[in-house]
């Protein structure tokens, strides 16, 4: 993920200093790890360093005084231009579940013990994302980030129901021949 | 697999179920628990036997062997009369498609049970008005089911599954017609409203995203009920 970008996108609803940045930051995107102040400091100085923010003065609101930052032009079509690039669909994978199923296999193991025991682990989880998602306390970038992860969940276990009943044939075949 | 205290008697409670149709076994010794208020979903993939482990659950079909205690009393066993009392009384269904009557409004499809169980025609009216508000389709109640979007439908069809306050309500993939939004539209009105009057759910659906809703989850295959806690631990087979 692209911090100066997502910074860059903070900015461009006005000006702001590193502690506010890293709060919206948080409150904006509130299932992905808290950005460390060390890196939103890193990050502003080599926005400036690139001319694509700059300083806009200092602020001391009853508090220590604080840098405050703003989006420079050359910023703000920086931002257009990554925010409409098409990202790369990913052509395959790598992923533990994936690479566990098949060590099961090539080592004859119980696959589909497996991919029980981690479809009941999917569903937990999801069964918290959607409780969050549906709290009345949940903001739309809640939702949204608790939307994403539900769904990429789901994908997994798509998969993992498409792969135990290809086991179950498999051992079908096998067992008949 | 159940969360419940064994102490308490479960609200419905199915042992050993088995229920072929014609030569099909579609139920093999299907057991599964519902507690009084809970939310239950049963997954499993088409052909697993959910519908029919529903059909067992709610009354409408008797199981060929095995028994369904409904509140500790046998199901199975109860005369066709009085079963047809309990399901007016105390369950409510909803189908995929909400199989509303088409002839008739949404309040009136929503009066419809209340009507049937003695209710004067004016009060049903109100009652189904109310029930349609809850389930955020007020506006929609002289619309004819043809005329409602697909979600509306579904959320009239609830609305009607809720109206004489049932204890348990069955869903036979109330989302399977439905689009992600719509779906999530029906799934929070019906969660939130069996945890407001403490009904319990039993939920059929193949998709997870809406079995992520209930409290708690059995998965069908082939006619049984298949848990994680009884797979062997580890997919090396390693004892644990």
């Given at each position: 993920?692209?911090?100066?970008?997502?910074?860059?996108?903070?900015?461009?609803?006005?000006?702001?200093?590193?502690?506010?940045?890293?709060?919206?930051h948080?409150?904006?995107?509130?299932?992905?790890?808290?950005?460390?102040?060390?890196?939103?400091?890193?990050?502003?100085?080599?926005?400036?360093?690139?001319?694509?923010?700059?300083?806009?003065?200092?602020?001391?609101?009853s508090?220590?005084?604080?840098?405050?930052?703003?989006?420079?032009?050359?910023?703000?079509?920086e931002?257009?231009?990554?925010?409409?690039?098409?990202?790369?669909?990913?052509?395959?994978?790598?992923?533990?579940?994936?690479?566990?199923?098949?060590?099961?296999?090539?080592?004859?193991?119980?696959?589909?013990?497996?991919?029980?025991?981690?479809?009941?682990?999917?569903m937990?989880?999801?069964?918290?994302?959607?409780?969050?998602?549906?709290?009345p306390?949940?903001?739309?970038?809640?939702?949204?980030?608790?939307?994403?992860?539900?769904?990429?969940?789901?994908?997994?276990?798509?998969?993992?129901?498409?792969?135990?009943a290809?086991?179950?044939?498999?051992t079908?075949?096998?067992?008949?021949? | 697999?159940?969360?419940?205290?064994?102490?308490?008697?479960?609200?419905?409670?199915?042992?050993?179920?088995?229920?072929?149709?014609?030569?099909?076994?579609?139920?093999?010794?299907?057991?599964?628990?519902?507690?009084?208020?809970?939310?239950?979903?049963?997954?499993?993939?088409?052909?697993?036997?959910?519908?029919?482990?529903?059909?067992?659950?709610?009354?409408?079909?008797r199981?060929?062997?095995?028994?369904?205690?409904?509140?500790?009393?046998?199901?199975?066993?109860?005369?066709?009369?009085?079963?047809?009392?309990?399901?007016?009384?105390?369950?409510?269904?909803?189908?995929?498609f909400?199989?509303?009557?088409?002839?008739?409004?949404?309040?009136?499809?929503?009066?419809?049970?209340?009507l049937?169980?003695?209710?004067?025609?004016?009060?049903?009216?109100?009652?189904?008005?109310?029930?349609?508000?809850?389930?955020?389709?007020?506006?929609?109640?002289?619309?004819?089911?043809?005329?409602?979007?697909?979600?509306?439908?579904?959320?009239?069809?609830?609305?009607?599954?809720?109206?004489?306050?049932?204890?348990?309500?069955?869903?036979?993939?109330?989302?399977?017609?439905?689009?992600?939004?719509?779906?999530?539209?029906v799934?929070?009105?019906?969660?939130?409203?069996?945890?407001?009057?403490?009904?319990?759910?039993?939920l059929?659906?193949?998709?997870?995203?809406?079995?992520?809703?209930?409290?708690?989850?059995?998965?069908?295959?082939?006619?049984?009920?298949?848990?994680?806690?009884?797979?062997?631990?580890?997919?090396?087979?390693?004892?644990?």
């Open positions: 993920m692209s911090t100066r970008h997502i910074l860059l996108g903070l900015l461009a609803g006005g000006p702001s200093h590193g502690y506010d940045l890293k709060r919206r948080d409150e904006r995107f509130p299932q992905a790890r808290p950005l460390a102040y060390g890196q939103v400091y890193t990050t502003l100085q080599r926005l400036v360093r690139d001319g694509l923010a700059e300083i806009d003065g200092t602020e001391a609101d508090g220590p005084e604080r840098t405050m930052y703003r989006s420079t032009d050359d910023g703000a079509r931002l257009a231009t990554w925010a409409g690039e098409i990202a790369p669909p990913a052509p395959f994978v790598t992923n533990e579940i994936f690479a566990k199923l098949v060590v099961s296999i090539l080592a004859g193991g119980d696959p589909a013990a497996y991919l029980l025991a981690q479809r009941t682990a999917h937990a989880r999801m069964r918290e994302l959607t409780a969050v998602k549906t709290s306390a949940a903001d739309l970038a809640t939702v949204l980030s608790a939307d994403f992860a539900l769904n990429h969940l789901d994908a997994d276990l798509r998969w993992m129901n498409t792969t135990a290809r086991l179950t044939n498999l079908a075949e096998v067992d008949a021949a | 697999m159940s969360d419940h205290n064994p102490s308490t008697v479960p609200l419905l409670a199915a042992r050993g179920l088995v229920k072929e149709h014609g030569r099909t076994r579609a139920l093999r010794g299907a057991s599964v628990e519902l507690g009084s208020g809970e939310i239950l979903a049963v997954t499993g993939a088409s052909g697993s036997g959910k519908s029919t482990l529903l059909h067992c659950l709610a009354g409408i079909v199981p060929d062997e095995g028994s369904v205690a409904y509140a500790g009393n046998r199901l199975d066993q109860l005369p066709e009369k009085q079963l047809s009392e309990l399901r007016r009384t105390d369950f409510g269904i909803v189908f995929q909400g199989q509303l009557i088409p002839e008739l409004t949404a309040v009136d499809n929503v009066a419809l049970p209340l049937l169980t003695g209710t004067a025609r004016k009060e049903a009216r109100e009652r189904a008005g109310e029930w349609l508000e809850r389930f955020g389709v007020r506006g929609q109640e002289e619309q004819r089911p043809g005329e409602m979007s697909g979600g509306q439908a579904q959320r009239v069809s609830l609305a009607r599954a809720l109206v004489t306050g049932p204890k348990v309500v069955f869903a036979d993939e109330p989302t399977g017609a439905l689009d992600s939004l719509a779906s999530e539209q799934m929070a009105a019906l969660v939130h409203t069996a945890r407001e009057s403490g009904t319990a759910v039993l059929i659906t193949h998709d997870a995203l809406t079995a992520a809703y209930a409290d708690r989850e059995v998965t069908l295959k082939d006619g049984v009920v298949v848990s994680a806690a009884d797979a062997a631990m580890g997919s090396l087979g390693v004892s644990q």
